[in-house]
């Protein structure tokens, strides 16, 4: 039987004929990756505000009398919320999943784009849904980001009724919408690459977006239960989560719930969330540091293999945030050396990140500049992650600030570094232009630094047993007045780095039109995505023939060649075998790559 | 969350089987110059539905093992703490029983449409699949008088934690049913529409019996469940 690649199929293929079903309801992956983007941005920009009044409260406490208790701890739960969910989870999965897996990947589309579409408007319903509950009675829940009963039900809280419905309903339909999305990522990796691309030879950017994706559809169940739940137990008066209690005076119609159950479900997503933000990240920065310092990844099985495991072990740390809770001591003693096992695959990549650096032909460019910074801001988020990965360091420090500079470091800045990153490497392949380099350089090293002024002196704070979740400190007998000094200087430094995400906003639409034409493969990269016909790529992506791979996707400074780089679908010149290494043969990037002619396909590129 | 666990380990297990199928310990840099290895990504390999209905069937599966979990962790809690008025079993209604034999009639017949298309036999396949669909249904509306049955003689949701999670546990295992009833119908138009051939719906026949069964085996296990506690 004749091979035809799946995504060449005339089933899994659709043309766009109206501006309408092009640009809006569009099953292209390209359109649909920007849709994700565009939301996930525009909601955390209000994430990024709400953190900016939460700062102008911490910093300069009794001066804007508009923020009351109340709104502080809505900015706090809202903000969480939104960053975690809302901005990272759909960025990199929605987003950059939805770009890169197809191109990187050799196919024309996803293989459910309708479903692929849906899952966008059905993200989009989310968002409003939560956005919603700025403008219901009560405002948005205030209950933190975790939820936790019984306060996120109680009378007393921030939004106990219509806040909290809208963000649990919310959470639901994201995670429907998640699930086609996520679907179809994981069935496009498996069943719709082109010739020649074996698992072993993706780029580790598909490989972190297709296990975070596996953690995602296995873990987001878990949320969905305790939504349900928690649901019954407000609307409906159950008691799964909520136990006896005297509230405002009253005695509530519950008994018996437990809320450590509700704390168990969430971490069992919490913790993989961690991840599912994580994995796609070292899997875009592998590619962008072997990228951009002309080398190879040091240690690709490695890494695949190193993602893997940690998928897996994600999956049985998760009581490691429920150390003060009271359970088991025993359960602590587990949980706290399967949380030190996951320091060993994570280990294991900063080490190949670093190697790969290490006599590499280093290129300081903006992608390169945030490649570097995430690496940086890993390593000291990782370190603080194990004082608080052992009991005996975490119960001192739980709730203090420590934990909320660490996991600033860890799950904010490092994803969102990457983030920007992977933004200035792609933007012109998606634009055809380049960003502003001026711009982008002080962008990193304004959003760099900042976050530093930001989050280390919150290590201090913490030491001292600042603790987190307070509107206002007071005249609290331990805390001196220098902590009072560093706040306003925290904030400060936050006031700072918001506005400089304003210069970055400005940069993407400016170079819109002014940016520098990008041509096909300004970084001469080797990875499918920067050898499509056209750049922006067109729909079906390819023109008339799939490419085909012959090798993977890190030969970088390669001896002896015109140029350092072999594109992974350069075909094989002569005397080239399956035992040959590649090297020094002198064969140049001609990009007269190796295409496979693709049935029902004229040569024009249209359907036939 | 054992039961969980339990259920990771086996997903792991067939997770390591697969790749370890995949060849996960090639060395890629050693392998240039060859299109080899194109896996089952071209028309050799199974079609995508199929893969997307299974991985479904493993979030479905993690979705209901986390259910149950919640369900065995609740029931503990109270005897754990000493509560001793928090958990009243409840009588399961004896429709209950009926319901289980027409949700396994409507399997059978599923399986028979599938089984009559591979004969390519369109006559007997649209027959069995409707009476699939028509088990599913009947199936939905004696959960709905079981809910009934159970409303009437007092065992409401917030009376008991055992009464919350048997409505909780049926209603998410017919929601599951009525999404399927979704894809059942659009292939049901499909078949209507494709006249006396059955190419069209082949796929959709298979994928929806699948599906089916599926079902059935999360119901027992709830059924039994349900009774057992």
């Not at chain 2, 039961?3 to 792991?12: N, T």
């Not at chain 2, 209905?53 to 029931?75: D, E, H, V």
């Not at chain 2, 109270?78 to 509560?83: C, N, Q, R, V």
Request: net charge neutral; hydrophobic share 50%; aromatic share 14%.
């Amino acid at each position: 039987m004749a091979y035809v690649a799946i995504a060449d199929q005339h089933a899994h293929l659709h043309d766009p004929q109206t501006f309408v079903t092009k640009y809006i309801w569009s099953q292209d992956h390209k359109v649909i990756a920007i849709q994700y983007a565009i939301t996930a941005m525009a909601i955390g920009l209000v994430a990024l505000g709400l953190s900016v009044m939460m700062r102008m409260q911490l910093g300069f406490p009794d001066t804007f009398r508009f923020i009351s208790p109340d709104n502080y701890y809505q900015f706090v739960t809202m903000h969480g919320m939104i960053m975690v969910i809302y901005l990272l989870t759909a960025l990199f999965l929605g987003g950059f999943g939805n770009l890169l897996i197809p191109l990187q990947c050799g196919a024309r589309d996803m293989v459910f784009p309708y479903l692929n579409m849906l899952s966008y408007w059905v993200y989009l319903l989310a968002v409003l849904v939560l956005v919603a509950s700025f403008f219901v009675p009560g405002g948005p829940t205030g209950a933190g980001w975790t939820l936790y009963p019984p306060q996120a039900i109680s009378h007393g809280t921030a939004g106990s009724h219509w806040g909290i419905t809208l963000m649990l309903v919310s959470l639901a339909i994201f995670i429907v919408g998640f699930t086609m999305g996520g679907l179809n990522y994981i069935v496009t990796v498996l069943q719709a690459r082109c010739r020649g691309m074996t698992m072993m030879r993706m780029p580790l950017s598909v490989w972190g977006i297709f296990m975070a994706t596996i953690l995602a559809l296995l873990a987001f169940p878990a949320l969905l239960v305790s939504a349900v739940m928690m649901t019954l137990d407000l609307q409906v008066g159950t008691s799964f989560f909520m136990p006896a209690i005297v509230s405002m005076g009253e005695q509530t119609g519950h008994a018996g719930g437990s809320p450590l159950l509700f704390q168990h479900l969430f971490w069992f997503f919490g913790h993989p969330e961690v991840y599912i933000v994580a994995l796609p990240a070292f899997g875009i920065v592998s590619d962008l540091i072997s990228t951009h310092a002309r080398r190879h990844i040091f240690g690709y099985r490695m890494m695949v293999w190193a993602i893997l495991a940690i998928g897996a072990l994600s999956f049985v740390v998760w009581a490691h945030h429920m150390y003060v809770s009271g359970m088991n001591p025993y359960f602590g003693f587990f949980f706290a050396t399967t949380t030190l096992i996951i320091a060993v695959p994570t280990a294991i990549k900063v080490y190949n990140w670093v190697l790969t650096l290490w006599r590499g032909h280093i290129h300081l460019t903006v992608p390169m500049l945030f490649a570097i910074g995430f690496v940086f801001t890993f390593i000291n988020g990782g370190l603080t992650g194990l004082f608080l990965g052992n009991v005996t360091v975490d119960v001192p420090l739980s709730d203090t600030y420590f934990v909320v500079a660490h996991f600033h470091m860890v799950m904010g800045v490092s994803p969102i570094l990457v983030v920007f990153g992977a933004i200035y490497h792609w933007y012109p392949k998606v634009t055809g232009r380049m960003l502003n380099e001026t711009m982008g350089r002080i962008h990193f090293w304004c959003t760099f630094l900042g976050t530093y002024a930001i989050y280390l002196p919150m290590h201090y704070l913490g030491i001292l047993g600042v603790p987190r979740r307070y509107y206002a400190l007071g005249d609290t007998y331990f805390i001196p007045d220098s902590v009072h000094t560093m706040n306003e200087a925290i904030s400060t430094a936050a006031f700072f780095v918001a506005a400089v995400q304003l210069l970055f906003l400005f940069n993407l639409i400016w170079s819109l039109k002014n940016g520098k034409h990008a041509g096909g493969n300004p970084w001469r990269a080797t990875t499918l995505e920067w050898f499509t016909p056209d750049t922006p790529p067109r729909h079906g992506n390819w023109g008339a023939e799939l490419p085909v791979v012959y090798r993977w996707a890190y030969e970088y400074g390669v001896p002896g060649l015109k140029d350092d780089f072999v594109p992974q679908n350069q075909p094989p010149v002569g005397g080239e075998s399956a035992e040959f290494h590649g090297h020094g043969h002198g064969y140049g990037p001609g990009y007269g790559q190796g295409h496979e002619h693709a049935p029902g396909h004229d040569k024009g590129g249209r359907h036939t | 969350m054992s039961l969980w666990v339990a259920f990771a380990g086996i997903l792991a297990g067939v997770i390591v089987w697969w790749l370890a199928v995949r060849r996960l310990t090639t060395r890629p840099w050693e392998a240039q110059g060859t299109a080899d290895g194109r896996d089952s990504a071209g028309t050799l390999g199974p079609p995508p539905a199929r893969i997307g209905l299974w991985i479904l069937l493993a979030i479905l599966t993690s979705l209901f093992a986390l259910f149950i979990t919640g369900y065995w962790m609740r029931m503990g809690h109270g005897m754990a703490h000493g509560l001793t008025h928090d958990w009243h079993p409840l009588a399961e209604p004896r429709v209950l029983w009926i319901n289980t034999v027409l949700l396994a009639l409507g399997s059978v017949a599923m399986q028979w449409a599938r089984v009559a298309t591979n004969r390519d036999d369109p006559a007997r396949a649209r027959l069995a699949w409707w009476l699939g669909g028509a088990f599913a249904v009947a199936f939905l509306v004696g959960q709905y008088y079981a809910w009934q049955q159970l409303q009437a003689a007092g065992y409401y949701a917030a009376a008991n934690p055992a009464n919350a999670s048997f409505y909780l546990l049926t209603g998410v295992h017919a929601v599951h049913l009525g999404g399927g009833l979704v894809a059942w119908i659009r292939t049901a138009a499909r078949m209507a529409r494709g006249g006396a051939g059955l190419d069209d719906v082949r796929l959709g026949i298979e994928l929806c019996t699948v599906y089916w069964h599926y079902l059935l085996l999360v119901w027992l296990v709830l059924f039994g469940l349900l009774l057992q506690t």
